[in-house]
């Protein structure tokens, strides 16, 4: 029997079970229109501003790391604008992004991606490739953000494959609908419970799921699923903006703690210094004394 396939919902409870389960899943109506709009202007300014001025990262080519497509890459949202820092306050999300990862969590990039027609279908990969494997595969997931010095989880003995636990979880705001023209992401639903990386040849067409959805809902992934842009084809800009978040044991795509304005972190909450890295975990990520909690720049 084919299992049924996560659909936009307003259910925490199933949008949980749906990551889980499926390695990606839909949360509906996560942002309102007017939200929408004000992200979309802000995004397509910056877009414009960044190709007029020869730092726009362009991509959609041929190749996981092609340089050369009609793709555009927006990088640093964090420190582009209050609103798009508004979006790691998003309790519905950040509550289902740690019910996965644990409570102690980082920002690993907040970033968009806006595929153009024309932009190539991205290779499909994972977003947690680093991760040494393995735990054991049908026993609940070990959380990276819950492990700390005197307690590492032994990995379940009783279940015969092993594979590594979820590190990563990349969430997609949606900022227009996701169509098969424009390219919604493509994904394998249940590659994350594999324990492989994707290798060219390694899946079949009829096994990839695009995942369409309308604008304003979150597509949180699970860092272990085989997943990519998909190509757009035609229609209208593919808009969205990838907010990843790690554990706190692993390195963050975005090295928020040589970026941010020193101005902005004095006005930055506990929780939020913490997403970006300025608070040490168990000593790791610290400048001075092992006990320090908060590594500031000066
Ligand atoms: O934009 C998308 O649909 C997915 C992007 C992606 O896979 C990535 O940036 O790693």
Same mark, same amino acid.
């Given at each position: 029997?084919?299992? *049924?396939? &996560?659909?936009? *919902? ?10 889980? $389960? ?29 190709? $007029? ?37 998003? $309790? ?24 153009? !027609? ?15 494997? &393995? ?17 590492? #989880?032994?990995? &379940?003995?009783?279940? =015969?494959?092993?594979?590594? =636990? ?14 098969? $023209? ?7 639903? /249940? ?6 990386? #994707?290798?060219?040849? /390694? ?10 959805? #309308?604008?304003? @809902? ?18 209208? !800009? ?5 907010? *990843?978040?790690?554990? =706190?044991?692993?390195?963050?795509? !975005? ?16 929780? @939020? ?17 092992? *006990?320090?909690?908060?590594?500031? &720049?000066?």
């Amino acid at each position: 029997m084919t299992p *049924t396939l &996560p659909e936009p *919902t307003t259910d925490i409870e199933v949008v949980k079970s749906d990551l889980a $389960e499926h390695g990606f899943c839909f949360l509906a109506d996560a942002l309102d229109s007017q939200y929408i709009e004000d992200l979309s202007n802000d995004l397509r300014d910056i877009c414009a501003f960044e190709r $007029e001025t020869g730092i726009a990262q362009l991509d959609g080519g041929k190749g996981l790391l092609a340089h050369d497509g009609v793709n555009q890459r927006v990088w640093g949202l964090f420190h582009k604008g209050a609103k798009f820092r508004e979006l790691l306050k998003h $309790e519905a999300v950040m509550g289902i992004v740690r019910s996965v990862i644990g409570d102690s969590i980082l920002l690993s990039a907040h970033a968009a991606n806006i595929a153009k !027609e024309g932009g190539a279908e991205m290779q499909l990969h994972t977003d947690q490739w680093w991760m040494p494997q &393995p735990v054991a595969d049908s026993a609940p997931s070990i959380m990276a953000g819950d492990i700390s010095r005197n307690h590492v #989880p032994d990995a &379940p003995s009783s279940t =015969p494959i092993s594979i590594a =636990p979820t590190a990563v979880v990349n969430v997609i705001w949606m900022l227009v609908d996701f169509t098969r $023209e424009n390219g919604a992401t493509r994904v394998v639903p /249940g590659s994350h419970r594999l324990g492989k990386y #994707p290798r060219e040849g /390694g899946w079949k067409e009829s096994e990839v799921q695009q995942a369409c959805a #309308p604008a304003g @809902t979150a597509l949180l992934i699970d860092g272990r699923i085989w997943h990519g842009t998909g190509a757009n084809i035609g229609g209208e !800009e593919r808009l969205a903006v990838l907010t *990843t978040f790690c554990g =706190p044991q692993f390195r963050q795509q !975005e090295n928020f703690t040589l970026s941010t304005d020193r101005k902005l972190i004095k006005e930055l909450d506990a929780d @939020t210094l913490e997403l970006l890295g300025f608070r040490a975990w168990n000593g790791y990520g610290r400048s001075s004394h092992p *006990t320090d909690e908060w590594v500031m &720049p000066e």
